[in-house]
């Protein structure tokens, strides 16, 4: 595994860093603005529960450093100071090489001293274990060669959900009436989940779904589009059809701009926590990265392929 994750690309070793954290349960994860380096960094909470049951929320910086060359103290300190000055808890650095000595020693003196945020380090014997503790993740990322279940009887299942699924909209379609929320949900989703599998065992790896024409870029319900499709249609499929199911929602408009979408109008505060968590996993079937604003769920394409 160590050397396939040192093969990846800046950009999909950033990725790759991104969604093993989703796995492991990090939540409210975004991008933030590229550095000095022009590497992307992440932010995001972890909630944790004491022994009275209280639970508690941290705040984590993470640094994803794909060097060839060890991490030495001075990257972490400048990476340190600009996670101290915006309150986070924990700094989290993630390389596909290893740490200094000097680093390592240094940042076992601030963490003895109490000091905030924490230094945690994964270099690549440490990202490993915990990319084996994600399954989803590294059978996304060809880390892995397939998942626990066995593939072909799996995809036939599917695949068979899906195409009834299809035939029951078409008669649906036909008969002038239209299918249940929940119906239309779980045909995007059999899709979404058979495609990507097919991908990973055709090729090797997951890829991005980005056709034209009219049919592909039908949503649930009556929801409208504006713009050429640039970002994955079958994750993005579901996405809407769950969106209309959780909040009721008979009509809205997806908006496509370079590799972005946003769709409209979600009241955010109808959607709860484990609601979001579900739109976030899907999103990660397409690798994409989620945001929400007042009445809007955007969507960022990242890029992904291997």
């Known amino acids: 595994m160590k050397t396939k994750i040192k093969a990846l690309s800046p950009t999909q070793f950033e990725n790759l860093v991104f969604d093993t954290l989703h796995e492991k349960g990090m939540v409210n994860l975004i991008w933030r603005t590229p550095g000095a380096d022009g590497g992307r960094d992440i932010e995001g909470t972890f909630s944790t529960l004491d022994i009275s049951g209280y639970s508690s929320i941290q705040k984590w910086y993470v640094e994803c450093k794909r060097y060839k060359a060890s991490v030495d103290w001075p990257t972490i300190r400048e990476k340190l100071a600009y996670a101290e000055n915006h309150d986070a808890d924990y700094l989290l650095m993630t390389t596909s090489s290893t740490y200094s ?50 593939a072909l009887p799996f ?89 209309a199911l959780c909040v009721g929602m008979e009509n809205g408009t997806v ?17 709860s926590t484990l609601q979001r968590q579900i739109i976030e996993s899907i999103a990660s079937w397409g690798n994409l990265s989620i945001s929400y604003d007042v009445g809007i769920i955007g969507v960022d394409q990242q890029d992904w392929q291997l």
């Open 101 to 150: 000595p000097n680093a390592i020693s240094e940042t076992e003196r601030w963490n003895s001293k109490g000091r905030r945020p924490q230094i945690r380090l994964w270099p690549i014997s440490q990202l490993e274990i915990e990319i084996k503790s994600c399954p989803n993740t590294a059978y996304k990322y060809g880390l892995e060669r397939s998942l626990s279940i066995s």
């Open 255 to 271: 908006n496509f701009h370079e590799k972005k979408a946003e769709i409209r109008p979600v009241p955010f505060f109808e959607l």
């Open 155 to 243: 995809l036939t299942i599917i695949k068979e959900i899906a195409k009834q699924l299809a035939i029951s909209e078409s008669k649906a379609i036909f008969n002038d009436r239209g299918l249940e929320k929940e119906t239309l949900l779980a045909k995007e989703m059999a899709w979404l989940v058979y495609s990507r599998i097919s991908q990973k065992e055709e090729q090797g790896y997951f890829s991005s779904y980005f056709h034209f024409n009219k049919d592909d870029v039908m949503f649930s319900g009556n929801y409208t589009h504006s713009g050429n499709p640039s970002v994955d249609l079958l994750s993005l499929r579901a996405i809407v059809a769950y969106i």
